[in-house]
């Protein structure tokens, strides 16, 4: 469905946001992961069609969006990082407002749409009160709402689990995972774990480029029985180990890394895609010195 | 603790782009006010730096202290700080302090810098002298004046940011004390207002103790004559009355507490909080969707309406105006002129505000709305959300423009309802629909262009700020003086302005409506430029990269843009070539040039014998429909001189070239075009007795482009040609050389040895009268009028002819009055007298019992009227037009105040009465006496008219109307002398209207008292039998000798004081 080949975006001030990055996704849900400034929501403006690349193709469904963006936003489904609402307005009623703007013009289908996602995001209880009056979650979820407004084909979801509580997260996934069996939803999130519980296909950007991408799977499984866990503190590591992360677990230090092969004095552990993350951010550092 | 927190505010400030902005823009201002001021050593040197010092606190101050407050006091709300700063130890009181402190440093250092603008403008105009005295006096001005205003403006500040917590609260209080307190000036009879008056006493009063800046109080030790700046009674009340202000202002802010503030935030956004309820089990349906371009646009546009009309500005401000112009309408409806009522109709109501209140106000409307709407999916971080929406750029630009049309709409139908309201309280006289709906259009279609444009604009700057910089440079040319200070006199430099202007009862819009049409048809295409590209480039709130643009400039554009600009550099072309035509667009260093030039190539013809027109035979087509007319003079030049005249030169003025020119037995031996002087060689010189006539003919045509005005206007409802400039001159003009010395050596001339009235000499003077002869032929039911008796009136051809002929010589000024309404006429003894208005009615009976009344006392007292018949004609409202205007003969009165108005009922005296025998008057002083000695002054002419009035008024209205007269002129004088900048003189050298005439009126109440009036007009009886026609003319110097000649010793050295001292002292 989305087709990208040698995107670039350099900014006025001279930040290469995007460097001939290419990235293909199909349907369902795609994940993309990388550390703050990697670009992630420089590609997501402008697949919204938000801003326009330097250079690069660009396509969805063989239309192609720089030269017709008006047709990707006819099935556009967008939550950005940071949003604000119209003062004075109800739930209910912005949330009209942006339907129209997204063409549902039938009223009996857009008031049964509307009620359906407040049911949906658990706002149905709100509608009538100001959205700009709204706790960070609810505002949240009401930019969820309106990503969903109509029948999008690509929905464009940033950090949209950010502020919500385990409950809401959870509705959410609940949704999502729905959404995306016929539709392209692509998710950016600092969460590594929402990305592998819910998505299929996953890329991790790095300064502006494309790392790894592919099915979440098979980004996991190369590393399986090669990722080991070291208790206790500062454990010497083999010299040949890539430190993947260190975390403390009930105040105890633990250290989980990379090692082609078995080590007899560490505990293997179970591979995550935050393993595989941490591991292309690791090895990109190390070719970039 | 405070000390490192101011540091810590001015740092702030130095790193803040609107900081700089202002220091721009301000200083920028500031130095074109000081440039705009005129210099002179006449000037008093200390009222000139006083004024100059008042006009920027009024007009800078409030502004800078809005602009920069929310900066001080608003940050952390606009910048999502609140929290962090709320977290640190600093105290309430602490925060306060600090903020105003650093806001009030902030503001002295940039008074200070605009003050030194301001002298160096001053030093540099040569309008004040840079000395110790003036430096200690600016020195008291800052500290007096500047200073505790800008604590008041400060701590006003703090309250309304810590009370109400908005921004744009701010911005409209700060342009509420900028618009309210100019409001006042022009209510107390402030200086710096142009025709400001006194409202009512209590006005006045009030504004002694609480003018923030003080000039009231100082205004009125001025009004008492004196010179010097004193610290005075009032004065220091004021200034306590300041200080309790800001202490009162300090103590309520310090008591909002920062919880209590917060507490009102919250209490004003309660935060909604999530109820988390059981899990749906319900699955994500998509529905159909059909993008319509009608609904998206009609939900865009209630939206866009919505968020304005909520907005506590938008609502606000409209009921604050819609108030406003309702007492507006309701207090000065009726007003005619001071003492004097008229019944109102809706054009007086709504001229009371369509022309000044609505386009200032709309325009700073639209500057709000336009910005705000723009930049409001931006400010509410929702223009992400819409962008990605597959609303098109054209759709969102469409709904913003549908949008701003309705806004702006129901701002005129909110005006026009007020309006509509006030006129139903004030007057029982029908609502006219139609002049609500002309007005209404009027004013809404330049309003809807420049909404054109600031839509536009704000569409293309990715950066609001610069967006509003280039619409501010916009409204500053279009509703300010600045394109006249910056020396842009061309029309077209007002902006969106066109040339029509209220309409006048008399003749409706005939005076510019001719110019409306063009000139918005030009300026609509000059927006459709900016408007073609903001809907091709709008950024939609996420801006628009190199790429887009390249790829938008197409050629279908390229065209398009092509194709408006041609349409309009041709629409401009047209209008530059007719408003040329009619009136050449002349800079006024042109004009100096010209009269520079001109003295230089001909000052030696001053020496040389040149004859004198004795006679002149007019034949004038009137074309009053198509603004035209067709002018054949012949005029005839006698020698009377003692030597034979070999050469003439004939002059023509700039702006009216002269076609045909023929001098019988004479050949043109050079010509210059660019001066239009003609110099002739008599084939056989011209003997002294001898005549010759000098024939011309002159084709006048008005597009209607520039606004009627005097003297030469060409209506179908009132046309009036006067002869001067018109007509040709002979010999070298005098009038021509450039006054100032300054000027003069500027432009490499000698200087000047000015004259004073009191010196002024009868050597060369002499009488330019002559014998007028005309045909004047005008469309059938208009009515032909010029001086002299009517000979004979014929029709012809479709058209009306008037032959008229004078049987004496008169001053050598003819007029050529067209006029659509009947005379009535009245014998008076063996002159007869016409008045000619659209209606006969008790006030002009009472200017006929005045013409009347004036001819007899001339008569009986001094001289008899030489004309055959007197003639005053209704003029309609005109730019530089006042109130009265006579001609030998003929008086023009504005219709408004001689025909329409009537004695208010409080009024001691009829000011209809008093203008008609002022006018009178001067076919006397003016026309029979005071216009023989080049370079004397008015006072032979306005002033001994005030003297008439006295005597007429006490005649036949009593004493306690004269004393009501008095009373009347010693107030204006005692407000226009407190204003005025100039160095004091005597009467008769005076330049000064408000001497020449309201202090005129003081003196001869004193000496009438002193003297009695046998004795005033034994000397004016004098004065006619030694100077009057064909005798040597007389000066105003033969009158104070001649009144001393008939006083009483005892009396001289008051009439000496009156007449020729500088002191005011006993008159006020």
Redesign the interface.
């Known amino acids: 469905m989305l087709q990208i080949n040698a995107l670039c975006k350099t900014y006025p001030d001279g930040t290469a946001a995007l460097q001939q990055l290419n990235l293909t996704a199909d349907r369902g849900m795609f994940g993309l992961l990388g550390p703050n400034g990697a670009g992630k929501s420089s590609l997501l403006?402008t697949i919204?069609?938000?801003?326009?690349?330097?250079s690069g193709e660009l396509q969805f469904d063989g239309v192609d969006l720089?030269q017709q963006p008006?047709k990707l936003?006819?099935?556009?489904g967008?939550l950005?990082q940071?949003?604000?609402?119209?003062?004075?307005?109800s739930c209910r009623a912005l949330l009209e407002?942006?339907a129209?703007?997204?063409?549902?013009?039938?009223k009996t289908?857009?008031q049964?749409?509307i009620n359906?996602?407040l049911?949906?995001t658990?706002l149905t209880?709100?509608a009538h009160?100001t959205v700009?009056?709204?706790?960070g979650?609810?505002r949240q979820?009401f930019?969820i709402a309106?990503a969903?407004l109509?029948?999008?084909a690509l929905i464009i979801l940033d950090e949209p689990t950010a502020g919500l509580?385990p409950?809401?997260r959870?509705?959410l996934h609940?949704?999502l995972v729905?959404?995306s069996k016929s539709r392209l939803v692509l998710l950016s999130t600092h969460i590594v774990e929402d990305i592998e519980q819910l998505c299929s296909q996953v890329a991790i950007l790095q300064a502006g480029r494309i790392l790894v991408q592919g099915d979440t799977e098979a980004l996991i499984q190369p590393l399986q029985g090669k990722v080991w866990l070291a208790y206790g503190e500062e454990s010497a590591l083999p010299a040949a180990a890539t430190l993947l992360s260190s975390t403390y677990q009930r105040g105890v230090l633990l250290q989980r890394f990379y090692h082609e092969k078995p080590l007899l004095q560490f505990q293997n552990a179970v591979a995550s895609l935050q393993d595989r993350y941490f591991l292309e951010l690791q090895q990109h550092r190390e070719e970039q010195q | 603790m405070i000390w490192p927190l101011m540091v810590n505010e001015l740092k702030f400030y130095v790193r803040q782009p609107l900081c700089w902005l202002a220091v721009v823009l301000s200083c920028a201002f500031v130095f074109l006010l000081a440039a705009g001021l005129p210099g002179s050593a006449e000037q008093n040197p200390l009222k000139q730096l006083l004024f100059a010092c008042s006009a920027v606190a009024m007009l800078v101050l409030p502004l800078l202290t809005g602009v920069l407050a929310p900066l001080a006091f608003l940050r952390e709300q606009q910048s999502g700080m609140t929290e962090l700063i709320r977290a640190t130890p600093v105290s309430h009181f602490g925060w306060c302090l600090s903020r105003t402190a650093g806001l009030l440093l902030l503001c002295i250092v940039m008074t200070l810098l605009l003050s030194g603008v301001l002298l160096f403008g001053l030093w540099r105009a040569d309008a004040v002298p840079f000395d110790q005295e003036l430096i200690g006096t600016f020195l008291a001005i800052f500290l007096l004046q500047y200073m505790p205003a800008l604590l008041l403006l400060c701590l006003l500040q703090l309250w309304l940011s810590l009370k109400f917590g908005s921004v744009v609260l701010l911005y409209v209080a700060a342009l509420l004390l900028w618009a309210g307190y100019m409001a006042l000036a022009a209510g107390t009879g402030s200086p710096l207002m142009a025709n400001s008056q006194i409202v009512t006493p209590w006005l006045w009063q009030l504004m002694l103790y609480s003018d923030f800046y003080a000039i009231t109080p100082l205004l009125q030790q001025f009004m008492t004559g004196q010179q010097t700046l004193q610290l005075d009674l009032t004065f220091i009340l004021n200034r306590l009355v300041l200080l309790c202000a800001c202490a009162l202002l300090w103590w309520c802010s310090i008591r909002i507490k920062i919880s209590d503030a917060a507490a009102a935030k919250s209490a004003m956004k309660p935060v909604v909080t999530s109820e988390n309820s059981a899990s749906t089990s319900s699955l994500f349906r998509a529905v159909p969707v059909q993008h319509s371009a009608f609904y998206a646009l009609w939900q865009l546009t209630t939206l866009n309406i919505r968020q304005l009309m909520l907005h506590p500005g938008s609502w606000l401000s409209l009921v604050g105006l819609a108030a406003l112009a309702f007492s507006e309408v309701v207090s000065g409806a009726d007003y005619a002129e001071v003492m004097s009522v008229l019944t109102p109709t809706s054009r007086d109501a709504l001229n009371q505000v369509m022309w000044d209140l609505v386009p200032r106000c709309g325009a700073l409307l639209l500057l709000f709305w336009t910005t705000k709407l723009s930049w409001l999916n931006k400010s509410c971080d929702m223009h992400e959300l819409v962008a990605s929406t597959a609303v098109s750029g054209r759709m969102l630009l469409f709904s913003q423009l549908l949008c701003m049309t309705v806004m702006l709409s129901v701002f005129i139908a909110l005006m026009l309802t007020a309006v509509m309201a006030a006129q139903l309280c004030v007057t029982s006289a029908p609502l006219l629909w139609s002049e609500y709906l002309l007005q209404a259009g009027y004013q809404w279609g330049p309003l809807w262009l420049l909404m054109l444009l600031c839509v536009s604009l704000h569409s293309l700057c990715r950066h609001a700020l610069l967006a509003l910089v280039l619409i501010v440079l916009v409204l500053a040319l279009h509703m300010s003086p600045l394109p006249m200070m910056l020396g842009l006199e061309h029309p077209l430099w007002l902006l969106f302005a066109t040339p029509l202007h209220a309409a006048d009862e008399l003749w409706g819009y005939q005076s510019s409506s001719a110019g409306f049409w063009p000139f918005i048809v030009f300026w609509f295409l000059l927006v459709l430029i900016p408007l073609t590209l903001a809907l091709v480039f709008y950024h939609r709130g996420t801006g628009f990269s190199g790429p887009v643009l390249r790829a938008g400039f197409t050629p279908k554009l390229i065209s398009a843009l092509l194709f408006v600009l041609i349409g309009g550099s041709w629409q401009g072309w047209q209008l530059d070539h007719q408003l040329s035509a009619e009136q050449p667009l002349i800079h006024s260093f042109e004009r100096l040039q010209w009269r520079a030039n001109y003295e230089t190539e001909y000052q030696h013809w001053q020496h040389k014998p040149q004859p004198v027109v004795t006679a002149v035979y007019s034949e004038v087509d009137f074309e009053p429909a198509e603004q035209s007319a067709r002018l054949k003079l012949v005029f005839t030049l006698s020698n009377t001189t003692t030597e034979p005249i070999q050469q003439v030169l004939v002059g023509q003025h700039w702006a009216y070239p002269l076609q045909q020119i023929e001098l019988t037995g004479a050949k043109l031996s050079r010509e210059n075009r660019q001066l239009g002087q003609r110099e002739f060689t008599f084939t056989s010189p011209l003997l002294p007795g001898q005549n010759r006539s000098l024939t011309v003919q002159l084709q006048l045509k008005q597009s209607g482009l520039w606004p009627a005005a005097m003297h030469q206007l060409i209506r179908p409802d009132f046309s009036y040609l006067r002869s001067v400039p018109l007509f040709p001159t002979v010999g070298f003009v005098p009038e021509y050389r450039i006054r100032d010395n300054n000027t003069r050596t500027e432009y490499g001339l000698p200087k000047l040895t000015a004259q004073k009235p009191s010196e002024a000499s009868t050597e060369n003077a002499a009488y330019q009268w002559v014998k007028m002869e005309s045909v004047i032929s005008v469309p059938v039911g208009q009515e032909a009028i010029t001086q002299g008796a009517l000979v004979k009136q014929w029709q012809q051809h479709g058209r009306s002819f008037f032959h008229y002929r004078t049987s004496r010589p008169l001053r050598a000024i003819s007029a050529f009055v067209v006029v659509p309404w009947q005379k009535k006429q009245l014998q008076h003894g063996k002159v007869l007298l016409e008045i000619y208005a659209p209606e006969q009615n008790q006030s002009t009976e009472l200017t006929m019992l005045a013409m009347q009344q004036t001819l007899s006392w001339f008569e009986q007292q001094i001289s008899p009227y030489r004309g055959d018949v007197l003639r005053l004609v209704s003029m309609p409202e005109l730019d530089s037009g006042g109130t009265g205007y006579a001609l030998p003969q003929l008086v023009l009165i504005n219709h408004r105040v001689g025909v329409r108005a009537t004695q208010a009922a409080d009024a001691g005296f009829s000011q209809v009465y008093r203008r008609a025998v002022h006018e009178v008057a001067h076919q006397w002083f003016g026309h029979d006496m005071g216009n023989g000695v080049p370079g004397d002054g008015v006072f032979l002419v306005e002033s001994l008219a005030k003297y008439v009035e006295l005597v007429l008024i006490e005649q036949h209205f009593g004493r306690d109307a004269m004393v009501a007269l008095v009373g009347y002129e010693k107030e204006r004088f005692a407000r226009a002398q407190a204003r005025s900048k100039s160095q004091p003189s005597s009467l008769i050298d005076s330049d000064e209207s408000y001497d020449q005439y309201s202090r005129a009126t003081l003196v001869f109440a004193r000496l009438r008292a002193e003297l009695g009036d046998q004795l005033i007009t034994a000397a004016l009886r004098q004065l006619w039998s030694r100077h009057g026609y064909p005798n040597t003319p007389a000066s105003s110097m033969d009158f104070v000798r001649q009144l001393k000649a008939v006083s009483p010793v005892e009396k001289h050295g008051l009439i000496e004081q009156l007449l020729l001292g500088e002191s005011i002292e006993g008159l006020l």
């Open positions: 403006r919204a069609t938000l801003q326009q690349p330097d720089r008006t936003r006819q099935q556009l967008y950005p940071q949003f604000g609402v119209y003062p004075h307005m407002h942006m129209i703007l997204k063409g549902v013009v039938h289908y857009r049964q749409q359906q996602l049911e949906l658990n209880a709100f009160k700009a009056h709204f706790s979650g609810m979820r930019g309106q969903l109509g029948d999008p509580d409950e809401e959870q509705r609940n949704l729905g959404v």
